[in-house]
């Protein structure tokens, strides 16, 4: 098997579909305005700046989830695909993956943010495939939990090498714009960063792996 893996968010997404789930509830009016923006602000900053805590984050967005029956909820996620990540869909991100999907290798998502909101967004790009953090279910009804390791730092080697348990991978690629991905970028044979931050740009050139510009209106390669 070759493998290719796919970060989402500011990689095949021109913007962090946790933070903006966020801003779409407050949007609908289906949270509290000002506590919800300032704890999901903060947590985001937590993320950018490398020192989030991914089980107090996840606990805090599943709030929602956990008041609400799974039919609402999928319908009120199919209004904010329509409504906010269609929009933000990179081209080159399409074209990315169309390739290793030509060449026969195995498309796989991989993400800190929770199944509930990234799996149908992998789907609408083609991949079907997804390591993410995973929100507890018990009797049909979201816990609150988070279920297991959150893919999130070194936790997505944890949660990508349980994946890998009975599989054989010949070559492997990685695309991500962060630099909490740098144990992802550096476990594969081929890193290839996306419209990075500031951190993982430096690292790059450093490590001298290729860096993309996949944001809307951005050139290919730099």
């Given at each position: 098997?070759?493998?290719?893996?796919?970060?989402?968010?500011?990689?095949?997404?021109?913007?962090?579909?946790?933070?903006?789930?966020?801003?779409?509830?407050?949007?609908?009016?289906?949270?509290?305005?000002?506590?919800?923006?300032?704890?999901?602000?903060?947590?985001?900053?937590?993320?950018?700046?490398?020192?989030?805590?991914?089980?107090?984050?996840n606990q805090f967005v599943f709030e929602f989830l956990t008041q609400n029956d799974m039919a609402d909820l999928i319908q009120l996620h199919q209004k904010f695909m329509q409504q906010v990540i269609k929009p933000?869909?990179?081209?080159?991100?399409?074209?990315?993956?169309?390739?290793?999907?030509?060449?026969?290798?195995?498309?796989?998502?991989?993400?800190?943010?929770?199944?509930?909101?990234?799996?149908?967004?992998?789907?609408?790009?083609?991949?079907?495939?997804?390591?993410?953090?995973?929100?507890?279910?018990?009797?049909?009804?979201?816990?609150?939990?988070?279920?297991?390791?959150?893919?999130?730092?070194?936790?997505?080697?944890?949660?990508?090498?349980?994946?890998?348990?009975?599989?054989?991978?010949?070559?492997?690629?990685?695309?991500?714009?962060?630099?909490?991905?740098?144990?992802?970028?550096?476990?594969?044979?081929?890193?290839?960063?996306?419209?990075?931050?500031?951190?993982?740009?430096?690292?790059?050139?450093?490590?001298?792996?290729?860096?993309?510009?996949?944001?809307?209106?951005?050139?290919?390669?730099?």
């Open positions: 098997m070759k493998l290719a893996l796919f970060d989402l968010d500011h990689t095949l997404l021109n913007t962090d579909s946790d933070h903006s789930w966020g801003e779409f509830l407050i949007h609908e009016g289906l949270v509290d305005e000002t506590r919800h923006r300032q704890i999901n602000d903060q947590f985001y900053n937590d993320y950018k700046a490398g020192c989030l805590d991914p089980i107090a984050y933000q869909m990179r081209p080159q991100a399409f074209v990315a993956i169309a390739e290793h999907r030509a060449a026969g290798h195995e498309l796989v998502g991989i993400t800190a943010t929770s199944d509930f909101i990234t799996a149908p967004i992998f789907a609408a790009f083609g991949i079907t495939e997804v390591i993410a953090t995973r929100a507890e279910i018990k009797n049909g009804q979201y816990t609150g939990q988070v279920a297991g390791v959150p893919c999130y730092q070194a936790g997505k080697i944890t949660r990508l090498e349980q994946w890998l348990a009975d599989r054989h991978i010949e070559e492997s690629w990685a695309y991500s714009d962060s630099i909490n991905d740098q144990f992802l970028l550096e476990y594969v044979d081929h890193a290839i960063v996306v419209s990075p931050d500031t951190a993982l740009a430096a690292l790059a050139q450093q490590r001298q792996w290729p860096i993309v510009d996949w944001s809307i209106g951005g050139s290919s390669e730099c």
